[in-house]
């Protein structure tokens, strides 16, 4: 059974940096998008940046693009977020997600992840 585990989350000034890690494990993780996704208050889960396991390719949401970044390791089956130039807007609990449809499109809406971890608190302050 897959297993995400998130972490690297905390209380970060404005402009200040933070990244995210979520580790992996229980699945064939080569043929899976991972997702980072946020979830404010209030608001409904957003999409932030996912990245094919096997080609690393990205993809981002137009408020983050330019100061969040999507990668991989695959020798740790970890994927991070590193998160620059951070807002109060960005204050979320962050969660990692699994799409193992192996279509290789970049959805952007929650419903088409299957496995989530458990989520990280980001703050940011102003």
């Known amino acids: 059974q897959v297993q995400l585990v998130e972490s690297g989350g905390g209380l970060v000034q404005a402009g200040g940096s933070l990244r995210l890690s979520c580790a992996a494990s229980?699945?064939?993780?080569?043929?899976?998008?991972l997702g980072w996704f946020r979830q404010a208050p209030g608001k409904e889960r957003e999409f932030v940046a996912a990245?094919?396991?096997?080609?690393?390719?990205?993809r981002s949401a137009d408020s983050v693009r330019g100061r969040f970044t999507i990668s991989r390791d695959n020798a740790k089956n970890t994927v991070y977020l590193q998160m620059n130039s951070l807002k109060p807007d960005d204050t979320a609990v962050y969660y990692c997600?699994?799409?193992?449809?192996?279509?290789?499109?970049?959805?952007?809406?929650?419903?088409?992840?299957?496995?989530w971890g458990q989520g990280t608190q980001v703050t940011v302050s102003s």
């Open positions: 990245i094919t396991w096997s080609t690393g390719i990205t």
């Open positions: 997600a699994t799409d193992r449809s192996g279509s290789g499109i970049f959805y952007t809406t929650a419903p088409a992840y299957d496995y």
């Open positions: 229980g699945g064939i993780f080569s043929r899976y998008i």
